[in-house]
C-alpha cells in the first residue's frame, strides 16, 4: 500500500468518527430529552390524580344533592295531599267549634 491509498483509508476513518460522534451526541441529547419527557410525565400524572380526587369529592356533593332534591320532590308531592287534609279537619273542627258555641248559618 502507498502513501495515498493510506491517507484516504485515515480520512474515511475521520468521516466516520466524525458521523459517530455526531451520533452519539444525538442519542444523548434524545435521552436527556426523554428523562425530561419522563418527569413532566409524572408531573402531569400527578396533577391528574389530584384532579381526580378533587371531581370525585365534588361527584359525591353533587349526588347528595340529586338525593336531597328527590326528597324534597316526595315532600312536595306529598305536601299537596296533605294540606288538602288539614284544611278538611280544619274545616270540621271549625264546624264542630260553631256547633258547640251555638252559632247558627246565616
Do not use: C
Not at 435521552?31 to 389530584?50: G, P, S, W
Not at 288538602?84 to 252559632?103: D, I, N, P, Q, T
Request: glycine share 8%.
Amino acid at each position: 500500500m502507498n502513501e495515498e491509498n493510506l491517507q484516504q483509508i485515515h480520512n474515511e476513518l475521520a468521516e466516520g468518527d466524525k458521523r459517530m460522534n455526531s451520533l452519539t451526541d444525538e442519542v444523548t441529547a434524545i435521552k436527556l430529552e426523554q428523562a425530561q419527557f419522563r418527569v413532566e410525565l409524572a408531573e402531569n400524572t400527578n396533577a391528574t390524580k389530584r384532579i381526580e380526587a378533587n371531581t370525585a369529592e365534588m361527584l359525591d356533593v353533587f349526588e347528595s344533592w340529586k338525593g336531597a332534591m328527590k326528597v324534597l320532590t316526595w315532600i312536595g308531592k306529598a305536601a299537596k295531599p296533605l294540606g288538602y287534609l288539614v284544611g278538611l279537619g280544619a274545616s270540621m273542627a271549625a264546624f264542630w267549634a260553631a256547633l258547640k258555641g251555638g252559632v247558627s248559618p246565616k
